[in-house]
């Protein structure tokens, strides 16, 4: 369903009042009037357009096209969760935080990004106690990571904020997706893309990994799976890591994450996944969540 | 919060910005993109509730394009808009489905477009930005937002 300048007109009225509010100050009520400024918006909307193509060669555009706002946000990912009817709660099945010690860095940012994930997925059903665990797990991440006084500030306010009951649980994932937005800035201007693309990487394994343990226990309706398979995110996350410094380097760790998402990739041709096939991503998963 | 409630305070929020820019000419300012952005996004998007994924700023030239891709997920509401560094400059958005086929535009003349899709499926999708009516090469702010 679209609903962009095509379903102008419909919202004239509200448009027109809210106008009074976001132009206040500028003109008298006369000026202004409701019923005049909205008007000329769809005239506008049926000028010829600059650009009338209707479609585009993918494949090619895709091969270009930029990556800024490719993956979803791991709230997103919580919201498409009860679209799909997967009413499983998954705070009580999100394990324990993985090991950063003398873990190398592309490992402690995959495991960084999962404990952000986890602070997200915890907030649904999860206590406060266990919030804010997950929250300080988040933070000691990102402060391994070297994510900078001002990123870390962010989130200790943050932390602080919950913990006095200013934030609520459910106020929680949009200022989370806030400080997610600056810990990206932070972490591409500081640590580099290649730490800040594995926080993302990281989210995104443990969000297909509960969801595809769930869904393979016959959670929620028939086209959940197709939030698990996402071959293009999981084919640009792939190329990004065999790509990266640490895989270069033969890094333990990270050569045998490469395994597992080769085998997710294998999956992911497929036009659907059966169950047997989501068992196998929560399987190989779990094997990446396992090694940090 | 409806989604036509959504789309109507960011239809009055631009043209809110549209009463509140002297209309210049074309011209290199991504600051000026980016704050417009952020103005839509802190009203129209996080004042009503609805959540940002990421957003990205670059610059083109006349009839220039820049691509993004992204993944959106069935069953979700997005709003994806842009701003540019003038009032002069024509910015369009164009979203293309696997198959490259359109699924919708914001071809309207001016700096702030926006289209709101429900996706038919989930997986990844383009975001073509392109740049009309500028005399140099503009700079543009774009977002992905999400109905909470």
Redesign the interface.
Known sequence: ????????A??TA???L??L???GG?GTPEETAPAE??AE?PA??E?P??????????AA??S??????????P???Q??LA??EVTTPLGDRLGTEGNIEGKSKPVVALETGRRIANVLLASKDGTKDAVLARMKAAKAGLAALGAGESVLGETDKLIADYEAGTIGNAEL??SM??LN?KV?KALNKGAGEEVATLVQAGGWVQGVHLLSTVLSEGAGSK?AP??V??P??LG?FTEFIKNSSAAKAGDEDVVAVIVELDAMSEIAKKETLANEDLKAVAKHTGNIIARF | MTRTTLLAALSALLFGLGTAFVPTTAQADPAKAETCLDELISAAVIGNGNRLRAKDSDAAADKEEVVYRVTLYKGMTYLLLGCADGEGVDLDLSLFDDAGELVDRDASPDAQPFVSVEPAKTGEYLLRVMVHKASAKTDFAVAVAYKD
């Open positions: 369903m679209l609903l962009s300048r095509s379903t102008w419909a919202s509200l448009a027109s809210l106008l509010n976001a132009c500028s400024q909205p918006k506008e909307a000028a357009a600059a650009d009338a193509s209707t479609k585009i060669d993918f555009a895709s270009r096209g930029k990556t800024a706002m490719f993956v979803p946000a709230s997103e990912f919201i498409a679209a799909a994932p949009p997706d806030l937005q990206q086209e197709a939030l398979h996402q293009s995110v640009y």
